[in-house]
């Protein structure tokens, strides 16, 4: 039986989150509804639906808003193709990518223009990876796993580099980067990693929280690579995790024999969907519920500048 629930920390919204959640809402608030969101804006299903209830239209496309009106692009960056397409509906474009992906996004300009062949270690799919990819298509490749990086074929000549998805597992990253640089030693390194500080962070925490627990529950949707990811980084310590959305899709039995219980949540995950899980577990009389402090993060971003001007004229 439970007895204790150990909550990891840090855990929940990243500046970048923060940032583009509070970028919605404000244009929302200056603009008036709808204001328009390509994709959505953070990968966590109640995040997106709290911001539909105020006014946000979430759209896969450019082509789905009409000419003329608010458009958001999402935390995870988009391609010079999907600006374009903006450009030529003449959409008001207010530009949420974090900025720890529009470094990624700058990173993969600046070599290719210096004549240089990119190997992106990303997963397909994923619209930060589309984004950046989009960059450069002509000199990126797309590195997945250690499988893709023992048999891509990269140019005997010419210069080498590799640029990161910042939402990735950063053991798994560094086996993918390790065999790479075994077969092509000078390939070169961005100057500084790419994987976002709370996505190393958050696995971090878990890491040391997996000492002491026997279950590891994540709050994130499934579509959130790096609430992903922690799950992973559970099981491979051989520590049973499950991914949840909310309280409401645990399964008790996973709960059988466990005497405590650790608790984190993705990136994406806002705050109030821990409080819920711990009212559910103090519902169940468990009533030891504690953090479990492994850093202390500060990091914030300014709103995107069109927004700021934005707000300053209309002062």
């Known amino acids: 039986m439970v007895r204790r629930v150990l909550l990891a ?9 923060e940032r583009a959640v509070d970028t919605v809402e404000r244009a929302l608030r200056l603009y008036g509804a709808p ?3 390509r994709k959505q804006i953070v990968h966590n299903k109640h995040v997106v639906e709290d911001l539909e ?59 290719a223009d210096a004549g240089y062949t990119i190997a992106f270690v990303g997963h397909a799919g994923h619209e930060e990876v589309e984004g950046t990819m989009g960059e450069a298509p002509e000199a990126i490749v797309l590195v997945e796993s250690a499988d893709d990086a023992r048999t891509v074929e ?30 092509y ?13 709370a996505t190393t962070n958050r696995q971090r925490a878990v890491k040391e929280l997996l000492e002491c627990v026997d279950l590891l529950l994540v709050i994130g949707s499934k579509n959130s690579s790096n ?6 980084v559970a099981r491979a310590a051989g520590v049973a995790a499950h991914l949840v ?19 984190t949540s993705g990136a994406s995950a806002p705050e109030r969907l821990v409080r819920d899980l711990c009212d559910w577990f103090r519902m169940r009389g468990i009533d030891d519920i504690s953090e479990f402090s492994s850093a202390f993060e500060d990091v914030v971003f300014r709103l995107p500048v069109e927004l700021r001007r934005a707000q300053r004229s209309a002062a």
């Not at 920390?9 to 989150?17: E, I, L, S």
């Not at 030693?185 to 500080?197: G, H, M, T």
């Not at 609430?227 to 992973?232: C, N, T, Y």
């Not at 008790?252 to 650790?262: N, S, T």
């Open 9 to 17: 920390a840090p855990r929940g919204f990243c500046a970048g989150v």
């Open 35 to 37: 204001v328009y969101v």
């Open 53 to 111: 209830r105020q006014g946000a239209v979430f759209v896969e496309t450019v082509d789905e808003v009409p000419n003329g009106a608010t458009l958001v692009f999402s935390a995870h960056g988009v391609s010079p193709a999907v600006r374009d397409a903006a450009g030529a509906r003449r959409l008001n474009t207010i530009d949420a990518t974090c900025p720890l992906v529009t470094k990624v996004h700058t990173q993969a300009r600046r070599y």
């Open 154 to 183: 990269l140019p005997a000549d010419g210069p080498l580099a590799y640029i990161t998805q910042t939402t990735l597992s950063i053991d798994e990253t560094r086996s993918i980067i390790d065999i790479l640089r075994a077969r």
């Open 185 to 197: 030693p000078r390939i070169v390194a961005p100057a500084r990693e790419d994987i976002c500080y």
């Open 227 to 232: 609430s992903v990811r922690l799950v992973e």
């Open 245 to 263: 959305d909310d309280a409401a899709e645990i399964d008790e039995r996973w709960l059988d024999d466990v005497d405590i219980v650790g608790v």
